[in-house]
Each structure stands twice: as C-alpha cells, then as structure tokens.
C-alpha cells in the first residue's frame, strides 16, 4: 500500500473565490502553479509542516460558475489541495478555498477503471460470507502485481526466487531481463512468470548490469511471495 500512495495522484476540486476574477485572469493565475512548487502544508494535515517541493503537472478548468470553479488537477502525491486552492486566492488579491475534493486516480489506479468504494468491498464481502457467493469478490479483486505498475522491474531465474524468499540479495546471474533503474531506486522482482517476488532498493545503477559482472544488484526490503513456493538451489 506504501508503494501505491507514493504514486502520482489526480483530482476533481472545486474551489470557491471570495470575489469575482474575470475568468481569463484566473486562468492566468491557475496556470503559474503548473510545474514545481514550494507547499507548505496547512495547519490541519498529518504530516509535519516545513516547506517542500511538489510538481504538478496539469490543472484544467473544467467550469466556472460565478466564484465556484471545478479544476481537474494531476500532482505528486503529497500536494495538498486545500493550500493548492489558497494560494490561488492569495494571487488573485481576494481570498479562496477549497469546497469540495475528489481523488479520481492514484498511480493506475482510476475511477473509470478498477476503483471500487468500500460500500461495493463491504457488500462483496457480505455475499461471500453469508451467500457463498464470490462473483462479485473476484471482480473487484486484483492481482497485487498491479501495485508495482509504476516502478522499475527485473525478471529473475527460478533458481534464484526461494533465496530472496528468504531475505538473501538479489545477484547479477539471477537477472534474466531488466527495466532500467537507478542507484537506491525501489525495484520490483518478478518471475518468469510474472509473479511478484519482492520490492528491493538497487544497490547499483542498471548500466552497470551491462558490464555483465558478478555482484549483488538488489537488497530485498518487502518480501510478498511465500517461502518454499519454489525450488530451493541453494546452499
């Protein structure tokens, strides 16, 4: 789930003005927080509040009705909305906030494609239950492979799958095929098959893979594939 919330988020808000902007001035003011900002989170918010860098990378104006306007805005995860929308009212010389908020993505994950609200889980779970009826669990259940969408992946031997089930770091001669990755970079390790082993951080760069020396490539940090599930070829 970590993994997941750190992927790039976008969202329907509705901001209100507490005056009137003429709308292509507002346009104009909108656009200046497309790219990388400095956010300071508000006084309300879980995390601690010191300035720091996010990048928003699209805000459309989908309506303007009075001093209501609907923004559709794609961000880092971390970028707040609330201070998104006040700083917008802070440029404009009037005031603003934010009425209504609506996460629509998350990483791949989106509302026209796989999301579900907890209403649809907890009546699937109901039926399954209580009816022993699992059609409706099956549809909304994904594989977890899903979650790793967004970061770079190895495929490894199966010789080498039971040893990182069991903590041991991941080797050049385990590396059958690669994505590209940086040093200290999250990795996602997946058989030949396409079954997720393990997320590991890169103690290497990829390019250095092309050296085709021995070495030790990946430190396993979150292991998800059970023990024993394949061979054991090692000592």
Aim: charge should be positive.
């Amino acid at each position: 789930m970590n993994y997941i919330s750190k992927s790039g988020k976008e969202y329907i808000c509705l901001l209100q003005m507490h005056c009137n902007v003429d709308p292509k001035e507002l346009k104009e003011i909108i656009s200046q927080f497309v790219g990388e900002i400095y956010q300071k989170p508000p006084v309300r918010s879980s995390v601690k509040r010191r300035i720091r860098k996010r990048r928003i990378y699209a805000i459309d104006i989908l309506d303007i009705q009075d001093k209501l306007i609907l923004l559709r805005v794609e961000s880092d995860a971390g970028t707040y909305m609330r201070k998104l929308c006040h700083d917008v009212g802070v440029i404009a010389g009037c005031g603003s906030h934010m009425r209504e908020l609506r996460r629509i993505r998350s990483g791949i994950f989106t509302e026209k494609t796989n999301m579900v609200t907890l209403q649809e889980v907890s009546e699937s779970l109901y039926l399954y239950r209580n009816c022993k009826d699992e059609s409706d669990l099956r549809r909304i259940l994904l594989p977890m492979e899903y979650g790793v969408c967004g970061i770079p992946k190895v495929i490894v031997s199966d010789t080498a799958v039971n040893a990182i089930t069991y903590g041991a770091k991941l080797n050049l001669p385990g590396i059958l095929a690669y994505q590209n990755f940086r040093k200290n970079q999250d990795v996602a390790i997946l058989t030949l098959k396409g079954e997720l082993v393990a997320i590991g951080e890169s103690i290497v760069e990829s390019k250095q893979l092309e050296s085709g020396k021995k070495g030790e490539v990946i430190r396993p940090k979150r292991i998800f594939m059970e023990r024993d599930i394949y061979p054991k070829s090692w000592k």
